[in-house]
């Protein structure tokens, strides 16, 4: 077997600031391609200052709207993150979980709570 990837997301987003959305999907584009060679991955929260659950949610949730959680969960590996880093992690993917397990029910309920307001954001 070949060696793990290493991805940097202080290298990839090319800041300390892993908050937008769009710069998630840079990293979780990179995490689909291994994930699908079935190549282990190390991602590295090193030099990373600022985190959101947004850039989390993109950039690792909706890995599991693709893939098992046994298969993200034996092919993926975090470092460097710190305490805080890993409950906001945790909580990401809590709720990609939830969302993916359901997603119709998911999106029901949102509009239930939000009435009006989806789609007007």
Do not use: W
Request: hydrophobic residues 40%; contains cysteine; aromatic residues 8%.
């Amino acid at each position: 077997m070949s060696e793990n990837i290493r991805i940097s997301m202080f290298e990839v987003v090319g800041s300390p600031f892993c908050v937008a959305s769009g710069d998630g999907e840079k990293i979780y584009d990179r995490l689909d391609a291994a994930l699908k060679a079935d190549q282990k991955v190390i991602l590295s929260f090193h030099n990373v200052t600022a985190l959101t659950a947004a850039f989390l949610g993109t950039a690792i949730g909706q890995l599991y709207g693709t893939f098992s959680e046994e298969k993200i969960q034996s092919l993926l590996k975090v470092e460097d993150a710190n305490p805080d880093d890993l409950r906001l992690l945790r909580s990401a993917v809590n709720n990609a979980k939830l969302y993916f397990k359901d997603p119709k029910r998911f999106n029901q309920a949102i509009r239930e709570v939000m009435g009006d307001e989806v789609g007007h954001v």
